[in-house]
């Protein structure tokens, strides 16, 4: 439903299941092929905990599955080949917004609307 919000926020105290509803989520996006990106803070790895390392990953994971996208990164990065090391403003501009919009034709022609599952964002904020 285009009208319907484009945002699902789950929160809820530390142990209480929150990231394995994120995960069990993620399984079945990917399964249905709906996923686009996944990132899951993990105390045990430490670069998880770093807000630099979101989009960065978010954008890799995307471009590992949607050619369209792909391009549409390659061309933002040869733009500015540091949107990965600026502040987290700019590489949600230069990593995800401007490529993603600029590829929507394709993905929509082909009627997959990519998904992002972020879990543990307020650990690594």
Known sequence: DPTSSRILWLDGLVGTGTTTIAFSLSERLSKAEHLGASYFYSSFYKESAEVRNVVPTLA??????????????????????????????????????????????????????????????????
């Open 60 to 125: 890799l994971s995307l471009a590992s599955r949607l050619p369209s996208y792909r391009r549409a990164l390659m061309e933002s990065l040869k733009r500015d080949r540091q949107a990965g090391l600026r502040n987290i403003s700019t590489q949600f501009s230069k990593l995800l917004d401007t490529p993603l919009r600029e590829s929507a034709r394709e993905m929509t022609a082909r009627t997959f609307i990519p998904v992002l599952v972020i879990d543990g964002l307020d650990a690594c904020c």
